[in-house]
């Protein structure tokens, strides 16, 4: 691991130091390919300083999962009043933020339970709920759309990130991301959403 380069800190910028080289390491290495000690080596904070802000690794990580879901319900929010833009909002965090985004979708890694977590999750909920109702063909498909939408957006966010589609190499995301959603979502809702 190397270290990051950080500016001397003081005590009120410790805990931001901390998850910047945790966000760091899990770009270089995902979320499971490092330790609390080795982190605080890179961060140059003495190797207690992460347990004695962040308890344990899963503590960081469900830290690195709350800011990860509030920054994604504001983008998600931000792009609300167009169903499509949402999911394109939502592509386009994944690859903004990806160390974020390989933690929050695997609820193994942090603390479920934890206020800060299922306050933003629940708001990144709000918004993908009332898309995804916007575009199901009726009530007793809401649920069912949302589970298609959230499982296109998602696979194609990750597919992309993962470099398996030929197109991450040097397409456009957000314009591919556009019409595949109009493509399917447009067709479950009746072809209202087609271009």
């Known amino acids: 691991m190397r270290n990051i380069s950080q500016p001397s800190y003081h ?10 080289a945790a966000l760091q390491a899990i770009g270089e290495s995902g979320p499971a390919g490092w330790s609390l000690r080795e ?14 802000h962040f308890g344990d690794k899963q503590g960081l990580l469900t830290a690195v999962a709350a800011e990860g879901f ?5 983008a998600l929010e931000h792009a609300a009043s167009d169903v499509w833009e949402v999911g394109v909002a939502y592509l386009r965090f994944g690859l903004d933020h990806r160390p974020h985004f390989e933690v929050m979708f695997r609820p193994e890694l ?12 629940q708001r990144a909920a709000d918004v993908l709920n009332a898309s995804a109702h916007s575009l199901s063909p009726g009530a007793e498909h809401d649920r069912t759309t949302t589970v298609a939408a959230w499982s296109l957006a998602h696979g194609f966010t990750t597919l992309w990130l993962s470099g398996a589609l030929p197109e991450s190499a040097d397409g456009d995301p957000e ?19 087609s271009p």
């Open 11 to 20: 005590h009120g910028n410790l805990r931001r130091v901390i998850i910047d």
């Open 39 to 52: 982190l605080a080596r890179r961060a140059g904070v003495s190797h207690a300083a992460p347990a004695y």
């Open 70 to 74: 509030t920054m994604f319900a504001d």
């Open 110 to 121: 942090y603390r479920v339970d934890d206020p800060g977590v299922r306050s933003a999750q």
């Open 175 to 193: 314009a591919l991301a556009r019409s595949m959603l109009r493509l399917v979502l447009g067709a479950v809702a009746g072809g209202a959403g």
